[in-house]
């Protein structure tokens, strides 16, 4: 069923779906990888998820992607004496760095000093997801005295966003170092990174993550829009974060940045995943709405990796609802005749790389011939990510030894991962080609007599070698 859809489906797991059978139904219904959002849950809820995925896998014998979401340097003010307080347009109100004082009508606590170091006269700060928004008026160390310029009520630890503003702040908190080590040693595939500014915060990253993990930055800040292409190019992911992003910068802008974010990515060749309240209605409906759908297919139609369901899928009512109804967009997209008119429209530029060559070459040939499938050998799960790039016609049957690739590219635009643990270093191009021809037809791809097309590197098992293209008949020969 899954491997109908190019697009891939991202499901966040919570209360909602800590069922086993009901995770079983999404992986039927079409999701592809599963979010544990870090924000949320402890750690024992967290490893019985990921225990419940892989046993999953076992049971169904299809790889199945985990993506770590780390909560990141949520900035939060503190606690009120009341709980709440009131906020009028107009009035004086002040942030400080004093923890022990519950706040009231005419201050509250911000421990978070690297605000105060880098505000300026003049700088607007959003509350509670952009409800609420003051104006600096006076700051020094350890305090800020704003203006209220939308007032409302304001609760404890509500959120503060600085729109505008690089905060010199690692992207890892203390908690975020915990919950890293904790997802490495699961073995989680992916792990995103909440409040991106800059390329180095990817850096900082890979030094704890290595090749254990695939890194997806997500872009939440303006400042990350302002360093895309460092940024895009320093990770191995993309996700469009609209939430912090949608607060942060006018809602006008924000279709015309997700548009820019995709085809930076494309260029790339960087998996990229269109996030935040994509169904959101179906948290509390079996229906989403016109525009939600239309949302979605606007990420299709983009050439998006992945769309993803958040509090849809974790704490909503209608979590199978919401994947099969996503499911649904996506193969309708997929299927409109003009739908390949925008992919190749908006295609990127290739490289003048090996792999680009031969991606290039696969792309064509597969339009010529017709050919229902195309196959990638890869160990890294880069000859499948640079023919994902392409946007070929035909599914991408991903062949690799390692599940931990495989898992991987359970993220990537129209590939289909197939563990072969019996390929080895010294495979030659006729043993792939036998064990090509055997898995499309395992895999219900292709049928004896068709017309396959393969890329490998040759030799074998060295990343990054792209160098093979090669047609073949498949042959009747299914172990």
Known sequence: MNRCKQAKIVATLGPATSDKALVRALVEAGANVFRLNFSHGSHADHRRRHAMIRELE?????PIGVLLDLQGPKLRVGTFSAGRIDLRQGQSFRLD???????DESRVSLPHPEIFNALQTGTDLLLDDG????????????????????GGVLSDRK??????VVLPISALTAKDREDLLFGLQLGVDWVALSFVQRAADITEVRELVGDRAGIVAKLEKPAAIEALDAI???TDAVMVARGDLGVELPAEQIPVIQRRIVRACRQLGRPVIVATQMLESMVASPVPTRAEASDVATAIYEGADAVMLSAESASGKYPLEAVQIMRKIILHCESDPSYRDGIEANGSVSQA???????????????????????????????AIRMARERPRAPIVGITPLSATARRLCLVWGVHPVVSPNLKDSSSVDEMTEVAERTVQAQGFAQAGQNIVISAGMPFAVPGTTNLLKIAVVRS???
């Open 131 to 150: 409800k609420l928004r003051l104006r600096v008026l006076r700051h020094g160390a350890g305090f800020a005295d704003t203006e209220v310029l939308v």
């Open 58 to 62: 076992a049971e169904t014998g299809r």
């Open 353 to 383: 790389v090996a792999a680009d060559a031969i991606g290039l070459a696969m792309r064509h040939v597969i339009s010529l011939l017709g050919a229902p499938a195309t196959v990638a050998f890869t160990t890294s799960g880069y000859s």
């Open 232 to 234: 895009v190019a320093e």
């Open 159 to 164: 959120g503060v966003n600085v729109p505008g």
């Open 477 to 479: 020969r299914v172990a």
């Open 97 to 103: 760095m004093d923890r022990e004082r519950p706040g």
